[in-house]
């Protein structure tokens, strides 16, 4: 695909990173979080890509993207919406956000909408607690959420 | 000028999103109009007071404002700072009678006594020098002048501090330990990864202190001869560590870190080694396997990490609130330590208190303090009049404790004997709408996706109980289910690796424990006494109540409500979905659920 072409051409950032770490033991995680924050998911070219520069079997690398939960395989969408599922949340509702943005997106956790806009994600505690329940939308929190207010949250992306 | 008042904006992650940046950039804006050079404007870590924020604090008059907007900023500096009179709108007072409430007077505090959490809240944690101020660094002086290796573990275990990150082992013997191995190499590890859902106690340390922290690894390493430590965070933590890498080029610049400490000929480096989101990296070996860019699988123990552990070699590991600890212990002694708390454990603890509390957030009190104190003193009570239910400690890894224990204090003892565990300090309050056996599978199914799979007693035994619990909650369960609970979750305390699969089962025994009738009720009547369980609930229209005003039609998003305008409504329970909205949205309590 087109677009998988442009993705799989590294920053410069990242390829400084990458030389930076090459040579230090037990480099895998931070190497991939790095790539990680420049294509928000390890696309198989990249991993494969990583493979070679690191010379580390892909099996290798695959055993660790799948084992943690941060690193994804597939592209979330441009505004990932990520549900906080902690225990506080849960107890306050954290569920039936996650319900309603499905049915107001018309997609299930972990799907992409059509236009690549939205995505959902359900996540582990993000330690906003006091604000329960809580969803975090590239990095801004809102909280003390309600069905009601989901509405309000998504306006503020459906333009940008 | 020096500065004479200050004004504190609590930057933790709680107030920050509702604008404390803002807050912040408009008071400093503000006190630039009015020319008032004497005040300085600090951002400091989090105060605590989560619930009610964001949060501003003033010194030295001790005011606290609650509940703040960026908008408030020119209202407070002209009414308070400048003209003396405080912005009585603002203020925090549990009973609104708008006195002005001194930031001690508060009952949220006045319980409290802060170790870990000595500089949050008060110092701007980017700042080394505010650090230093409050006797930062006085410990690695101390240590590094004053006090050989021995007198620093004669000094921990005068003082009787235990982990704090769940298990309580003493920590004067875990240094002891690693201090005593022969090795060419060692290593010192601050376990940031805080998992557990619900508790953002190291979150709020790292965030507001970090500089207590690299202290205290640098005070480890001198103590057990290592060069090299690691923090190893929650990618999910990034203020925390910028905030960390900020710290550790102001105090390598002051030679506070790095070759030659302080001048003498012990040097010590820290760096930051980033999770990815695993609960199970919590523990231990899985935390050093990750360290050395592995899947976090924990291995058999011995060997303790304090003989093979980071690439082999002695590693120390502590977590970031045992860390926060050690400074003070040096300087104020083990002995004025050990005073604080209660026989069994020494010292303070932090705990997150969370879900139906009025005054969520971060508290610190000693060791002793009853739960009782901690929900309704510092707590405020549960909101919305309802009654009290349990508390849940330890996580996934620890239990509930009825109403009846309130009066317990907490320890490490008293918690275990209660069925729970004190774990990292996350305190999760549940009332009556809370069902004892949908949160047992809340914590079963967290523990369940977190498994590496490594033993089977935890692979299988985990989805096994998960299983029985879902079977339970829609109706389905049988009597002999709750023996096979138990059965298995013995089994899996004993037999699993590491402690995730021991543990694992807590929430479920201790639910068991105090409340076998709610398991019954779904058992037996097939009916859930919290209203919780959605496969065992309905919807109902009271006719008397029903004035027919169609709203709950209108909002069904499945269209079963049938009805004519001013008729009473019905609900046809084929097709309802149970979402709740018809009984969230009906202005006559005429829905009510059964």
Not at chain 1, 3 to 12: N, P, R, V, Y
Not at chain 1, 140 to 151: A, H, I, N
Not at chain 2, 464 to 473: D, M
């Amino acid at each position: 695909m087109a677009s998988d072409i442009k993705e799989l051409t590294f920053s410069q950032e990242l390829v400084s990173f990458i030389e930076e770490w090459k040579g230090k033991p037990g480099n895998l995680i931070m190497i991939l979080h790095k790539v990680h924050e420049e294509f928000s998911y390890i696309p198989r070219d990249v991993a494969k890509k990583i493979s070679e520069m690191l010379e580390v079997p892909l099996a290798k690398i695959y055993g660790v993207i799948t084992f943690y939960h941060y690193f994804k395989l597939t592209k979330p969408g441009k505004f990932n919406i990520q549900v906080c599922m902690g225990t506080a949340c849960y107890l306050k509702g954290g569920e039936d956000i996650i319900q309603e943005l499905e049915n107001i997106l018309g997609i299930g956790i972990n799907q992409v909408t059509d236009d690549g806009k939205f995505s959902i994600e359900a996540v582990r505690c993000v330690g906003c607690c006091g604000l329960a329940p809580v969803a975090v939308v590239n990095g801004k929190v809102f909280g003390s959420l309600t069905k009601d207010k989901l509405s309000e949250v998504l306006a503020e992306y459906e333009n940008k | 000028m020096n500065p004479e008042k200050f004004i504190l904006v609590c930057n933790g992650a709680e107030c920050r999103n509702p604008g404390a940046e803002e807050i912040y950039n408009n008071l400093r804006h503000e006190c630039s109009i009015h020319n008032a050079d004497d005040v300085q404007v600090i951002r400091t870590g989090c105060l605590g007071f989560c619930a009610h924020g964001p949060v501003v604090k003033t010194l030295p008059d001790e005011t606290l404002y609650a509940g703040v907007t960026p908008e408030d900023a020119a209202e407070i500096v002209e009414n308070h700072i400048i003209n003396g009179k405080k912005v009585e709108r603002l203020l925090y007072n549990k009973n609104e009678s708008k006195q002005n409430v001194k930031v001690d007077n508060a009952d949220f505090y006045q319980k409290q006594f802060r170790i870990v959490l000595r500089n949050c809240g008060i110092i701007d944690p980017e700042n080394i020098e505010e650090y230093i101020a409050r006797d930062g660094y006085a410990a690695l002086e101390k240590v590094v002048f004053d006090m050989n290796p021995d007198d620093i573990i004669a000094e921990l275990k005068s003082a009787g501090l235990r982990g704090r990150g769940g298990a309580g082992f003493p920590t004067w013997m875990k240094w002891n330990f690693t201090k005593q191995v022969e090795s060419d190499e060692k290593f010192v590890v601050c376990n940031a990864d805080e998992g557990d859902p619900g508790a953002y106690m190291d979150r709020g340390t790292l965030e507001g202190d970090p500089h207590s922290i690299l202290e205290a690894m640098t005070i480890a390493g001198y103590c057990i001869g290592a060069k090299k430590g690691y923090i190893y965070i929650r990618a999910e933590y990034p203020l925390a560590i910028e905030r960390l890498q900020k710290g550790m080029e102001d105090s390598r610049a002051l030679g506070l870190l790095g070759d030659n400490i302080l001048g003498s000929d012990f040097s010590f480096d820290i760096e930051i080694r980033l999770g990815a989101g695993a609960f199970v990296c919590g523990e231990e070996t899985a935390l050093i396997a990750s360290i050395e860019g592995e899947r976090g699988m924990p291995k058999p123990r011995p060997p303790f990490p304090s003989v093979k552990g980071v690439w082999g070699k002695p590693t120390l590991i502590n977590n970031v609130e045992t860390w926060a600890n050690i400074p003070v212990i040096i300087t104020r002694g083990g002995e004025w330590f050990s005073k604080i708390g209660t026989e069994d454990s020494r010292g303070t603890k932090v705990f997150a208190l969370t879900g139906k509390i009025r005054n969520s957030g971060l508290v610190e009190v000693p060791m002793g303090t009853t739960l009782r104190e901690i929900v309704y003193d510092i707590g405020g009570g549960i909101p919305g009049d309802k009654a009290f239910k349990a508390v849940q400690t330890g996580g996934p890894s620890g239990g509930v404790i009825p109403a009846e224990y309130l009066d317990t204090p907490i320890d490490y003892i008293h918690l275990k004997e209660l069925g729970s565990i004190m774990g990292s300090g996350g305190m999760i309050i549940m009332d009556e709408d809370d069902c004892m056996v949908d949160v047992a599978k809340f914590y079963l199914g967290f523990s369940v996706d977190e498994s590496c799979g490594k033993c089977s007693p935890c692979r299988i035994g985990g989805r096994t109980l998960y299983n029985i619990l879902e079977k339970i909650t829609t109706g389905n369960g049988e009597l002999e289910d709750i023996e096979k609970l138990k059965t298995i979750g013995k089994a899996m305390q004993t037999a699993s690796l590491c402690g995730l699969g021991q543990t694992a089962p807590n929430p479920i025994l201790s639910t068991l424990k105090y409340f076998e009738d709610e398991y019954l009720a779904h058992i037996k009547n097939h009916r859930c006494p919290s209203k919780k369980c959605k496969e065992l609930i309905s919807f109902h229209i009271l006719a008397d109540k029903c004035v027919g005003c169609t709203i709950c039609a209108k909002n069904c998003p499945v269209n079963v409500i049938d009805g004519a305008v001013r008729e009473v409504h019905t609900i046809d329970q084929s097709g309802c979905i149970k979402c709740g909205k018809c009984f969230e949205v009906c202005k006559f309590n005429a829905v009510f659920i059964k």
